[in-house]
């Protein structure tokens, strides 16, 4: 205000035709009121200074303020944001997204603060047009400024405002591309603090930040952002790895001689002229001509020239035609042809220095003149000369081996052609294969050589095979092997079913100097080189043979549940020796003879390849012999294969036919000499004479499963009754079981354990908690009506199921599962003590007159540590034949054991 209280506010603005503008006149208060509490203030526009015509009643005075000394209002700080370049800055013309400048605006703790706008001053030399895509950004949003007139300024308005919590922040960035202006300047400055547009939301005042923070000052601009300098483009150049050292061919054009890499920043980069020093080491560098730049899409961008000559073996290859570098990064290759006077081994090496040999090198948008990086000298890969060139030989491989007579396309030698060291492709157009050993060579018929799966003679081309070497003719154009590889040809003869037994062939090449190539593209004779070489032996047998034998695969001796379906009993391993064999049938036979293990326990059998694939099915019609037929299975020759057997089983039961404790084993029949059959060169009606011998599986009505638990065992052994080890016992879906017996053993070190016993639970909670005693026992699901006692850690305990000392069984339903608890009263707990507790195992079926016998049998075998009874018709008593041990139940050397210790 001047001494008549007036001010001229704003600056110039222009409102276009037809449209309305609002201005709105604010004031700052100064940070002390005290003198002039209680005053009312108003401001009124009296001017409006323009060129037209001003209609309207002047003054116009806006709302009259009572001005509060007392009242508080939030507070916000600026400083130099964290996305800040904080330095001066040198940027190419064509940067994009570069971030200028940022700031960052925190509310202080007395109110919520709301950013409603922001104004940068663009105070460089640059100009707006200088610029694109500029765009300010706040939490990752985009707001497009509005730039003034001059392009100076540049204001966002963040629409109904961004609010700052208190204690909190937001950053405020200014990104944007650079598109010309190279020489010029940019700074995103602030001119003045409250150009930061900020109010409280609880009073709703607006806020003035202070202008002591980080990069801000009390002097305009208040934030004097980082310079940014605009540069023209630059250009590096560098070798192109890509362009491998490599063999070139002789007298052809288009050869690689080299490649380079040309990266390009800012802007495209024109060069009007590039020198190469070239070095062409045994000839000489005006021998290599046609040299042109050829780019990444094929096209070429400069030349062709021819190389000029210096000091032997030095020269130039100079390209005076203009080359515009696009932007990026872009491989360039020098290709060209060697003269006839270079002979293989000679080569050629091109080296540039960009700072010096590529002139006139210009910036496209800037018109700026730029000097190449580096300054120092850039060497291409180097190329050698090689004429058309390979060498041949017969592979190792086929190995000697077996040939049965009838056997078709089958491979006698595999021939290497190494043009490893060719400088261009070869061409074949027939080839020669010696033929040696003791035969008849027209017994060799359909001779053809294939290049993988193809093919190279056919028809007419197809030779009589003679004694010595033979001629092929390759149909059409005959076949190319390229450069830089080994190809390998294959020679694949039909061998007549008359074939003498003990009869050779032996497939070879004569000397490679009697065979002939020449190069693709130049056309010249090649160089073959490779001494005469017979291949391996091939002898001539009458059929081919085959083995079946138990795999190690096999699975051990398991038991199952009765009316089950797919259970593996025994895989087979099959081998084909001389010749690929189709298998189509397989004599079977069950192994165990006991009188109930008969084939009325059996469904059918099925056969499986290794990948599940049924091939075979097999039923046993009264007979312990049964032949499968066999279809989709292959015996590759010399290669295991695998052969699943899988048995369906009858229920056992009232209606059910099936035996309670059959032993099924279903083995290979090595004796039946028709009844295993397969198909080669000829029919093979043998295999091998020994039977098979699988471990079977043993079929119950149901079965229990045992594991060992460890819930709710303490960790450490103390004095007193405690829990020694937890199992649970599930019985299978097809059927209840019922449990007469258990045996464990304890092993203590120091400590000793007394009043033993085990108890059984029907749930087991969350928690560990051992929850609902099972009914039919001693209270409590006390298994045993008297404790056992503790001799020695050799010394089983069993727990004999009783109710107040009668023998019963513990029923275990289909399906469910029941959890038991060994304890004891551990006396002696102290340091280095220790208590471990194994539930002990089976190590064999129990030896009975029958397959199943009474409790009181079972417990008087050897083998009596898990005593249980599959339930055949009924609920088993201890007296019926139904029951048996736990053998396969779970480990022979026992469940797991748990160790306490102190």
């Known amino acids: 205000m001047n001494s008549n209280n007036q001010a001229l506010v704003g600056e110039a603005f222009t409102i276009p035709a037809g449209t309305s503008k609002t201005v709105t006149i604010a004031g700052n208060m100064s940070s002390s009121l005290s003198n002039y509490a209680g005053q009312v203030a108003s401001i009124a526009v009296v001017g409006v200074n323009t060129s037209g015509t001003v209609s309207g009643s002047l003054p116009i005075t806006g709302a009259a303020h009572t001005i509060n000394s007392s009242l508080s209002i939030g507070s916000v700080t600026a400083e130099r944001g964290t996305l800040d370049p904080a330095s001066a800055q040198t ?25 409603n706008s922001i104004r940068f001053n663009q105070s460089g030399s640059a100009s707006s047009n200088d610029l694109a895509n500029v765009m300010v950004y706040v939490d990752g949003v985009a707001y497009t400024p509005t730039v003034s007139s001059d392009g100076k300024y540049y204001t966002a308005n963040f629409g109904s405002g961004i609010v700052i ?45 202070p202008t002591s923070g980080n990069g801000f000052t009390p002097t305009s601009p208040v934030y004097d952002a980082s310079v940014v300098t605009i540069s023209g483009g630059s250009i590096t150049v560098s070798k192109a790895n890509s362009v491998a050292a490599q063999n070139v061919a002789i007298n052809v054009p288009n050869q690689p001689l080299g490649g380079f890499t040309v990266k390009v920043d800012g802007e495209p980069v024109s060069v009007q002229s590039l020198v190469f020093n070239a070095t062409a080491t045994g000839d000489e560098v005006a021998n290599v001509t046609q040299i042109s730049i050829v780019d990444s899409n094929g096209a070429v961008v400069a030349g062709p020239v021819d190389g000029v000559n210096t000091t032997a073996p030095y020269g130039t290859v100079t390209f005076t035609d203009t080359i515009t570098f696009p932007v990026g990064e872009n491989t360039y290759t020098l290709k060209g042809k060697l003269g006839s006077t270079f002979v293989s081994d000679d080569t050629f090496a091109a080296s540039t220095t960009p700072s010096t040999q590529w ?51 089958f491979t006698l030698a595999n021939v290497r052609v190494d043009a490893t060291a060719s400088g261009e492709d070869l061409k074949f157009i027939s080839f020669k294969i010696s033929l040696a050993g003791t035969n008849t060579p ?21 030779p009589t095979m003679a004694a010595g070497s033979n001629t092929i003719t390759l149909d059409g154009g005959g076949v190319t092997v390229p450069k830089g590889v080994v190809s390998t040809l294959t020679f694949k003869c039909n061998l007549s079913g008359s074939a ?29 080189s490779g001494s005469a070489a017979t291949g391996q032996t091939m002898t001539v047998v009458s059929s081919g043979s085959f083995t079946v034998e138990k795999s190690d695969s096999s699975p051990s001796y398991d038991i199952v549940a009765a009316g089950t379906t797919g259970n593996v009993v025994g895989v087979l391993k099959l081998r084909a020796t ?102 080669g060169a000829t029919t093979i009606n043998t295999g091998s004479s020994s039977d098979t011998a699988v471990d079977g599986i043993r079929v119950f009505k149901s079965y229990p499963t045992v594991e060992r638990i460890s819930d709710g065992i303490a960790e450490n052994l103390r004095n007193g009754d405690q829990p020694l080890l937890r199992f649970k016992v599930t019985a299978n879906s097809k059927g209840n079981i019922g449990l007469d017996s ?83 009263d551990v006396s002696g707990a102290a340091t280095g003590a220790s208590i471990q ?66």
């Not at 940019?186 to 001119?191: E, G, L, P, R, T």
Request: overall charge negative; aromatic content about 6%.
């Open 442 to 462: 027209t017994q060799l018929t359909g001779c053809k050589l294939y290049n993988g799966s193809t093919a190279l003679n056919t028809g007419s081309n197809i």
């Open 500 to 528: 003498t037994a003990g009869n050779t062939f032996q497939l070879g090449i004569p000397a490679a100097s009697t065979l002939s190539a020449t190069g693709v593209t130049s056309g010249s004779t090649a160089t073959l």
């Open 359 to 409: 002139t006139s090198v210009t910036g496209q948008q800037t018109g700026n003149t730029i000097t190449p990086d580096p300054s120092s000298a850039i060497t291409l890969n180097t190329m050698t000369a090689k004429a058309a060139a390979a060498t041949i030989s017969v592979s190792a491989d086929p190995v000697d081996q077996n040939v049965v007579a009838g056997t078709q396309d």
């Open 165 to 209: 919590d208190k204690g909190l922040f937001k950053e405020i960035s200014v990104k944007g591309d650079v598109v010309s202006g190279s020489g010029r300047t940019i700074a995103f400055d602030i001119y003045k603090i409250t150009d930061i547009n900020v109010t409280g939301e609880l009073y709703g005042y607006g806020i003035t930040p």
């Open 742 to 824: 258990f045996s464990f053993r304890l092993s203590t070190t120091t400590a000793t354990v007394s009043s033993i016993n085990a108890f059984a639970y029907e749930t087991l909670g969350p928690d560990g908690q051992l929850n609902d005693p099972v009914s039919g026992v001693n209270a409590s699901g006390k298994l045993d009506d008297t404790n056992a006692v503790w001799v020695d850690g050799s010394t089983d305990i069993q727990i004999d199921i009783d109710s107040n000392g009668t023998d019963t069984a513990l029923q275990i339903p289909a399906g469910e599962t029941r959890y038991f608890e060994i304890r004891g």
């Open 578 to 679: 001389n010749e690929d064999i189709t298998l189509n049938k397989l004599a079977l036979q069950m192994s165990n003879s006991s009188a109930s293990s008969t084939p009325a326990n059996i469904t059918k059998v099925t056969l499986h390849k290794a990948d599940g694939t049924q091939v075979g099915e097999a039923v046993f019609a009264g007979t312990r012999y049964a032949t499968s037929t066999v279809s989709g299975l292959t015996l590759n020759r010399d290669v295991e294969t695998l052969l699943t057997i899988k048995v369906d089983l009858k229920d056992i039961g009232t209606t059910g036919a099936g035996t309670q404790g059959a032993l099924v084993q279903i083995d290979y029949d090595g004796n039946d000499s028709t009844g295993t059959q397969g198909t």
């Open 837 to 902: 507790t194994t539930l002990r195992g089976d190590a064999a079926y129990p030896s009975l007159a029958t397959l199943m016998g009474n409790a009181t049998a079972v417990n008087a075998d050897t083998n009596n540590n898990f005593v249980w009874s599959p339930n055949a018709t009924t609920t088993s008593v201890q007296a019926s034949n139904d029951w048996t041990n736990g053998y396969r139940v779970y480990s022979a050397n026992g469940l797991n054991g748990q160790t306490i210790n102190y």
């Open 91 to 115: 940027k190419e013309v064509g940067t994009d997204g570069y971030t200028f400048t940022s700031v960052k605006v925190t509310a202080g703790s007395v109110e919520k603060v709301r950013l």
